[in-house]
């Protein structure tokens, strides 16, 4: 995402860098060769000591944290460096799905940063208000700004493509206990005999799942076939997707999901539901409710429904319309006193 938005950032005519704590060969791969990016260093102390450095020589007019380590990081080098710079900060996740020490710093003290920040940009409603009515952020510095999702190389099906397909049914995500994808597997008993359920990603709950899957007499009919650089064709092999998530700040994969055409069964886990408008275009079910969340995928197998307005809503979160709302909030705080 950071290499993302710093590269619409200097395609729309700013001057941009783009720092990090670490050397990732993904940040190289994905940024516009114009951004230089800057590596802070994998301390915390290292990385708040070289980026203090940075707003001290660099006097930035704007200063984009993103994520909960990086708000703090953020908010303690501009306490020492002083200068003029603006800094925003974003946050990504709800602070009871887990985190770093210094991620749950940032909602400890987020009074304290919040008032500091010129703004706060939070990826959903959700978060925002769980923001402000939780740990009493200030209402009048918090924005929302949706993550930016590239789908531009998105296969959209069409209705008669998805009845063509065979009944597989998708997630994505990390394999962790807060994506649930264990109720994901307790649905399938619930299902058509020929459908399979495929989770592509990595993560602790592997073994969980396929133990799980063994017990309830469907590993057979669950693939497990790891993590995907390229999520496109993933998407283009499934007649359903699902997210199973206690929580979901946002969802990127929701939105791939609905560019790809697919019909979406989510649990109300906060971003997906505003995704989703409700509703109005996939299937929200209650967490934890696995005869809902079958019916809800037995429904979307038989009827896929029109994937146009499902494709439609995708383009609504196009990486171009958050990085015209950042650049706008960044024109904002500059004209302020």
Known sequence: MAALLASGFFKAGWR????????ASENRALIDP????????????GSVVALTGFLRSQKPDVVLA??????????????????????????????DVGRGR???????????????????V???????????????APPNKL??????????HAIPASRSDLLQRPPVILGVGRLNPEKSFAALVQAIPHLPPDARVVIFGEGPERDNLLVLAKQLGVVDRLELPGYRDDPWPCYAQA??????????????????????????????????DEILEHGRVGSLVDDGDIDALARAINQALANPGDPAPRIARARSFDAQAAISSYLGLFNTILTRQ
Request: a positive charge.
């Open 66 to 95: 993103i994520g909960g380590a990086a708000n703090v990081k953020l908010s303690v080098a501009r306490l020492l460096a002083g200068g003029q710079s603006r800094i925003v900060l974003s946050y990504h996740g709800r602070s």
């Open 239 to 272: 007649r359903c997707f699902a997210l199973t998530s206690r929580r979901e700040a946002f969802g990127n994969v929701v939105v791939e999901a609905l560019a790809s055409g697919l019909p979406v069964v989510s649990t109300r886990s906060g971003g997906p």
């Open 143 to 152: 924005t929302r700004i949706y993550n930016p999702v590239s789908v531009e």
């Open 16 to 23: 941009t860098t783009l720092l990090v704590d670490f050397e």
């Open 34 to 45: 114009g951004v230089p990016i800057s590596i802070l260093g994998d301390s915390h102390a």
């Open 122 to 136: 939070c990826v959903s409603d959700g978060l925002l208000e769980h923001l402000r009515d939780d740990w009493k």
């Open 102 to 120: 210094l991620g749950h710093l940032s909602y400890s003290f987020a009074p304290w940063l919040a008032r500091r920040a010129n703004a706060v």
